[in-house]
């Protein structure tokens, strides 16, 4: 059996944004749920987020099978397979499959408008999306248990964007009772799919401003030891374009990522000036250590340890800029093995990440970092 993680340690799972890539997300929670890790919270945007209520709304012997019924489902829809594994005739396939998508939808998820927005009642929901979410919370209400998210045994965070305000939200179920609705705004990203309006205030996606939510857990929680799986499914690094195709996709991986990296980057920045200030207060003689000033700069340097696993999905070479829309049976089986092997080669360093997560100070684990590049 798997060794146990340190009880006085939070375990977080973060779970950004990324559409049909968010398979690899389900994969990464079994094999985590596989090495005994059990996430005492899961904060997610967009697919994220619905990843995140699957994990949170269900008991823990049955959120695997919840999580593969919804990617299942999601994966059912229209597609072409002709039996490519790889090559020009496998990204020929992948892109004819993300086009099915576009034209009729995703099961269980969203569905084309009829009539198209442009035939809409101006102001209207309808008017403002080419999709409508009407099955997503269904799906969402058939798989997920509410009430045992309100319960909040596990805490559950997800963000979305006030669309009059600009203003980024976070719903928590440690502070109101979360319902489909909020799941839903987390991932309403436009023109594709509608505004969700809760409590009078209309939402869109969160990844609108920033696709992850380390930022929240951050702030939200200075006190505990965190020990944090963030889950990044655009990758920083990748090999030079030789297409139009393979620049747009490479536009949109940096993009997407690098808003991951510069939170990541601020917050380790932060924690490690406040290390800095804490060492340099303990080497004050006794004359100047006490005072106002001294206290509280001791106050505002006080921070528990910060240990972040970073799981970071890898390109296929078939793969294009529609990667995120490509939900055929396939390829979603390929992002979920990934999620779990990325998981079971990090825990090979189990070890090393279970004894920073006791140690002061913050620190980052990657062990893909130094894989080769990309094949194209």
Known sequence: MARTIDEATKRVLVLQGGGALGSYQAGVYEALA??????QWV?????????????CGNAREHRVDRLREFWTLASAGPQWDMGFSAGPARSFTSQINAANTVMFGVSGFFKPRFPPPQFQPQGTPAALSYYDTAPLKSTLERLVDFDRINAKETRLSVGAVNIR???????????????AEHIMASGALPPGFPPVDIDGHD???????SNTPLEYVLDTD???PLLVFQV????????????LAEAAEREMDIRYSSRTRLGTDQA???KRTKQLIRDLLDQLPTDL???????QLRAVAKEAPLTVVQLIYRRKAYESSAKDYEFSRATMLEHWSSGVTAVRRSMTKRAAIMADAKSDGASTFDVQAHDPEPAT
Do not use: C
């Open 165 to 179: 305000t600009g203003n980024f939200a976070y719903f928590d179920n440690h502070r109101e009772k979360i319902r």
């Open 43 to 55: 904060a997610g945007i967009s697919i994220g987020a619905i990843n995140a209520a699957l994990i």
């Open 289 to 295: 250590a006490a005072g106002d000033t001294v206290e």
């Open 232 to 243: 990044d499914l655009f990758p920083a690094r990748g090999a030079m374009p030789k297409t």
């Open 268 to 270: 380790l920045k932060a």
């Open 34 to 39: 596989e090495q005994g890790v059990d996430p």
């Open 203 to 209: 939402y869109w996606d969160g990844g609108v401003v």
């Open 222 to 224: 200075e006190q505990d």
